[in-house]
């Protein structure tokens, strides 16, 4: 068993260059660090292997959010003003930042990793009725495929099971009690981190990530009643006299405009063109949000958009991408904001 600390280390140690020069010499030679004493080379590991990755105490966030409590920005800030400390937020995949956490003032602490943006993760929690609910599922449907998975430290047969992600919204509510649902809006703690109550290690069981059986998709999708494409153009009635301020905001402003100011990111010449690729500052994958037709279509969860789904796009029209983004999508507020500006 590797050597770990009861808490995250605080003092500033010389295992950066160290870990760092890990970071280097794993790929190159195509180690594994499997049987590894340190924890941190394993960090650099997952980092290496495009996973997100952040320190945890135990089970929760180790670097402390560096904005007053009760106040507005440790709120709504998501790593905007530069600085880590902001739970899931801050996991990457980047090395240095990897090696200074777990080489310097985190040496020791658990691993936590993001959910990938193309897969999803069955929590099941046996102190919830989770092993009787998949027992459930499989009399019902069929035992679910191998697939990698994460076992808890805590003995008692609670594990991840991570498997592709299908397209749409997803809802755990028909799975049965003890089985939660984590996407890339939160983490989990990876092995071999150490579980805070038992002191025993969390164990990965290997194996590539399996699609989920079409029953499991099923109950897992969250159904949209209409089942067409909602596209919103317009202001309610009473801005529809004449050309509204929302089509001339449409027609005179770029997305660069509107996205840029919030962290976005677009790898196309032309941001407005159709087809133009965006990226979310807080992306785990190479493509957040497209344009379509003149309105962004966003299939990131990690936004404040509504996901695009497959048999249900959802397009957003500049107007009112720019009163969510900054108007909490209050459309009066943003369009009285715009006359103001206009005046």
Same mark, same amino acid.
């Given at each position: 068993?590797?050597?770990?600390?009861?808490?995250?280390?605080?003092?500033?140690?010389?295992?950066?260059?160290?870990?760092?020069?890990?970071?280097?010499?794993?790929?190159?030679?195509?180690?594994?660090?499997?049987?590894?004493?340190?924890?941190?080379?394993?960090?650099?590991?997952?980092?290496?292997?495009?996973?997100?990755?952040?320190?945890?105490?135990?089970?929760?966030?180790?670097?402390?959010?560096?904005?007053?409590?009760?106040?507005?920005?440790?709120?709504?800030?998501?790593?905007?003003?530069?600085?880590?400390?902001?739970?899931? $937020?801050?996991?990457?995949?980047?090395?240095?930042?990897?090696?200074?956490?777990?080489?310097?003032?985190?040496?020791?602490?658990?691993?936590?990793?993001?959910?990938?943006?193309?897969?999803?993760?069955?929590?099941?929690?046996?102190?919830?009725?989770?092993?009787?609910?998949?027992?459930?599922?499989?009399?019902?449907?069929?035992?679910?495929?191998?697939?990698?998975?994460?076992?808890?430290?805590?003995?008692?047969?609670?594990? $991840?099971?991570?498997?592709?992600?299908?397209?749409?919204?997803?809802?755990?509510?028909?799975?049965?009690?003890?089985?939660?649902?984590?996407?890339?809006?939160?983490?989990?703690?990876?092995?071999?981190?150490? $579980?805070?109550?038992?002191?025993?290690?969390?164990?990965?069981?290997?194996?590539?990530?399996?699609?989920?059986?079409?029953?499991?998709?099923?109950?897992?999708?969250?159904?949209?009643?209409?089942?067409?494409?909602?596209?919103?153009?317009?202001?309610?009635?009473?801005?529809?006299?004449?050309?509204?301020?929302?089509?001339?905001?449409?027609?005179?402003?770029?997305?660069?405009?509107?996205?840029?100011?919030?962290?976005?990111?677009?790898?196309?010449?032309?941001?407005?063109?159709?087809?133009?690729?965006?990226?979310?500052?807080?992306?785990?994958?190479?493509?957040?949000?497209?344009?379509?037709?003149?309105?962004?279509?966003?299939?990131?969860?990690?936004?404040?958009?509504?996901?695009?789904?497959?048999?249900?796009?959802?397009?957003?029209?500049?107007?009112?991408?720019?009163?969510?983004?900054?108007?909490?999508?209050?459309?009066?507020?943003?369009?009285?904001?715009?006359?103001?500006?206009?005046?």
């Amino acid at each position: 068993m590797f050597h770990h600390k009861d808490e995250c280390a605080w003092g500033e140690s010389d295992g950066v260059d160290q870990l760092s020069a890990e970071g280097i010499a794993i790929p190159t030679l195509g180690a594994s660090v499997m049987n590894s004493a340190d924890i941190g080379t394993h960090a650099i590991e997952y980092g290496i292997n495009n996973w997100p990755i952040l320190p945890l105490n135990g089970k929760l966030p180790a670097i402390p959010n560096p904005h007053r409590s009760g106040g507005r920005q440790r709120r709504d800030c998501h790593g905007e003003c530069g600085l880590h400390g902001h739970g899931v $937020h801050d996991a990457t995949t980047d090395i240095e930042a990897i090696a200074s956490w777990w080489g310097g003032k985190f040496a020791g602490c658990n691993i936590g990793a993001r959910v990938p943006e193309s897969m999803f993760v069955l929590d099941v929690d046996p102190r919830n009725g989770g092993l009787q609910s998949l027992d459930v599922l499989a009399q019902r449907h069929g035992t679910l495929p191998e697939t990698l998975m994460t076992v808890s430290g805590r003995g008692d047969g609670g594990c $991840h099971r991570f498997y592709r992600r299908p397209p749409g919204r997803l809802s755990c509510k028909r799975l049965g009690p003890g089985i939660d649902l984590k996407t890339s809006t939160g983490y989990v703690v990876l092995a071999p981190s150490i $579980h805070p109550e038992t002191g025993r290690q969390y164990t990965r069981i290997d194996l590539p990530v399996a699609a989920p059986p079409s029953w499991l998709t099923v109950l897992l999708t969250v159904d949209d009643p209409k089942g067409t494409p909602q596209v919103d153009r317009s202001l309610p009635s009473r801005w529809s006299v004449g050309r509204s301020i929302a089509h001339e905001f449409n027609a005179a402003t770029s997305w660069l405009d509107i996205l840029v100011p919030h962290g976005w990111r677009c790898y196309c010449s032309d941001p407005d063109a159709d087809g133009a690729r965006w990226l979310h500052p807080t992306h785990t994958s190479s493509c957040s949000a497209t344009i379509r037709h003149g309105c962004l279509f966003v299939y990131s969860p990690n936004t404040a958009f509504d996901v695009t789904e497959a048999g249900c796009p959802r397009g957003y029209t500049k107007f009112r991408a720019f009163a969510l983004l900054n108007y909490d999508g209050d459309l009066t507020a943003a369009a009285r904001a715009l006359t103001r500006r206009a005046a």
